[in-house]
């Protein structure tokens, strides 16, 4: 005798396969996610309010469940990569060290460095030097916002710097 669950279940999984496979492009992925959409729809079925629509309430938990275990596989940095792809990455490779190049590399960053206000200029050679936010508003007597406003600052200046050294080098 099928239940109330299975009836709602049935009429309703060919478009949560739907759903699930627009989410995960894979098949198999998909059927996975609409199984483990019924398993928890099904645990939780007491707290279905049947006055609402049983299609929306599953496909909330279907997309959930997606996002749920998109975030641990991105937390787990889960690379969905063939091994023939990443061969590259197996392959031994010997790299030798330009001393001279991370000299004028390092000389090049102080210059930028140097060419920053001293209002953000000050905040950064701080927090380059290892201290925390808040020591760094106590010893300049300047709001915790200010100073991360600054360093935030800083770090896209030297960054437009460098990009823009790297665009001439191309060129």
Known sequence: MPT??????????????SFALKL????????????????????????FNKDSSFKNWSFTILK????????????????S??????????????MMIDESSDQTIMKYLKNCINQLRPKSKE???????????????????????TVKSRINYARKKLKNMVVDRKLLEAA
Do not use: C, W
């Open 4 to 17: 109330q669950f299975d009836s709602f279940f049935k009429q309703h999984a060919p478009s949560l396969f």
């Open 24 to 47: 995960t492009n894979n098949k198999m992925d998909a059927d996975d996610l609409v199984q483990e959409t019924a398993i928890k729809a099904f645990k939780n079925f007491h707290k």
């Open 64 to 79: 959930n469940t997606f996002i749920t275990k998109y975030r641990k596989r991105k937390q787990k940095k889960v690379v």
């Open 81 to 94: 990569t063939s091994i023939e792809e990443l061969e590259y990455a197996i392959a031994p490779t010997y």
């Open 123 to 145: 905040p950064f050679e701080m927090y380059v030097s290892g201290y925390q936010y808040d020591e760094i508003a106590s010893g300049l007597d300047i709001p915790l916002g």
